[in-house]
């Protein structure tokens, strides 16, 4: 033996250090890399993990190019991989809570033996061999305890209703989420449009500086400022234009599809903000506190601590049960033996001593019980400052509506005045391109304070906890607004 163990195989290794050589090859495949400054290689084997892409739902594929807000929530509740973990959490709490409500019924079980003896002669006894099987019925019901039980159950019923509502919540973040995305899309496109008003009119004051110092009345001055300003144009919207693909990337993004997705959104113009909300942010708080999907599952989880105090407690009490077992025994090679054989009976099981661990448990447990109570108590404040933030941010939004509805009009009627002068040779060329410039501002801040205006509703809606799977929101606006909301 001691030879064939050293006996050289064909590479000239001895087995048992070949044998070794194979282990460490296998070894340094998953292992790390040999030193600091080397990167590790995987094994050949190693591939990453494939998953199934997206695709464009059957229903909406034949207007891919023409969606709307619903349409794009719609495709992201689909594919949002944050919802659906969410439910299936639920799922999994649900199935929990049913497993504990097995708690009041009894358990049932069956065994089965199957035993063979063979003994030796001894004092003039002859050998015996002999088989014995047969099955076993055991019972077991608890019938009484003090709080264990019910305990478990009420967690086990708060954890679920804890998921389902953290399952809402993940719902009302990924609508707000994508509701942003969308404004911010469309509102990015709509400054593109603006954009090239403002150089189609940069354009034509080129143009109009060209013929007037053709014909003398106009410097070389005028035309190179009206080329410059002409280049600053064209420079914003080629910037705008580029911040409007990666917007519509990220818009496919949220809807859980790649960024170069053919996609895009229908040119549906929406309607003027109305002038503000028409409730109060009291109110609004009010609503908030008792609709936050979040904090609702926040109270669910304090209530869930609380009851496994109970179960703690109903550790350290006595706890009242039945026990019982019926079978029967069958010979090998011999009749059946009539009858059964059967067992039952009522016990009692009181705690005495656990080396403090029953005392310690029930402590730890309320010391968590009070955690998760401050929490939910933070969570809601949390929620109201939310609301005051979002309420008073919608409010500036209003008022940025306004103000800048007011300011484009200013600044078009000053453009206007600005290109009479200049063409009746009354004003500069520097004059003219100061109000146009003041223009494009003015237009750029509009577009912005609109699409703006929308994005601070769907924030409020979303603290408030009332924003709808279609992006609507049930928050009451002044009468005169000309939208639907």
């Not at 929490?375 to 919608?394: C, K, N, P, R, W």
């Amino acid at each position: 033996m001691q030879v064939a163990t050293h006996r050289a195989s064909s590479t000239g290794l001895p087995l048992a250090a070949l044998g070794t050589a194979v282990l460490l090859a296998g070894a340094c495949a998953v292992g790390t890399a040999p030193s600091p400054g080397t990167p590790w290689t995987p094994p050949a084997r190693t591939q990453a993990p494939t998953t199934a892409a997206p695709v464009v739902p059957p229903d909406l594929e034949a207007r891919v190019r023409t969606l709307r807000l619903p349409d794009v929530l719609d495709i992201a509740l689909r594919n949002n991989t944050v919802t659906r973990e969410a439910w299936y959490n639920a799922r999994a709490a649900n199935f929990a809570y049913d497993a504990t409500l097995g708690q009041y019924l009894p358990t049932l079980t069956l065994d089965g033996s199957i035993t063979k003896l063979k003994t030796a002669p001894s004092l003039g006894r002859t050998a015996v061999t002999q088989s014995v099987y047969g099955p076993t019925f055991n019972l077991s019901w608890l019938l009484l305890d003090f709080g264990g039980r019910s305990g478990s159950v009420g967690s086990a019923r708060d954890e679920l209703l804890a998921a389902d509502w953290t399952h809402n919540a993940a719902i009302q973040d990924v609508v707000l989420t994508v509701q942003t995305t969308y404004f911010g899309y469309i509102g990015t496109r709509a400054l593109v449009e603006s954009q090239r008003t403002t150089l189609a009119e940069a354009d034509s004051n080129l143009a109009a500086a060209q013929q007037r110092h053709d014909v003398g009345l106009a410097t070389i001055a005028d035309v190179l400022q009206a080329r410059t300003a002409r280049s600053q144009a064209e420079l914003a919207l080629e910037t705008t234009s580029g911040a409007l693909q990666t917007a519509r990337g990220a818009l496919a993004v949220s809807m859980g599809f790649p960024a170069n997705l053919p996609y895009d959104i229908d040119s549906v113009p929406l309607p003027t903000p109305p002038p503000g909300v028409a409730e109060s942010v009291d109110s609004l708080i009010n609503r908030a506190l008792a609709a936050r999907p979040d904090l609702a599952a926040a109270r669910a989880q304090a209530d869930a601590a609380r009851n496994r105090v109970s179960i703690a407690r109903g550790a350290a009490l006595p706890a009242l049960s039945v026990t019982g077992s019926a079978g029967e025994t069958y010979f090998a090679n011999r009749p059946p033996i009539p009858g059964a054989s059967y067992s039952i009976a009522l016990g009692i099981e009181i705690p005495l001593f656990a080396g403090g661990a029953h005392f310690y448990g029930i402590k730890s447990a309320q010391a968590a019980a009070d955690a998760a109570r401050a929490s939910a108590e933070g969570q809601a404040q949390l929620v109201i400052s939310q609301v005051f933030t979002s309420f008073y941010d919608l409010q500036t939004a209003t008022q940025r509506v306004r103000t800048t509805d007011d300011l484009l009009a200013s600044a078009r009627q000053s453009e206007q005045v600005a290109l009479g002068r200049y063409k009746a040779g009354a004003g500069s060329v520097l004059d003219l391109l100061t109000a146009q410039s003041a223009l494009a501002d003015a237009r750029a801040q509009q577009v912005t304070a609109h699409f703006g205006w929308y994005a601070a509703l769907a924030q409020l809606a979303h603290d408030v906890g009332v924003l709808g799977l279609d992006g609507s929101s049930p928050i009451r606006l002044n009468s005169d607004s000309t939208g639907s909301h």
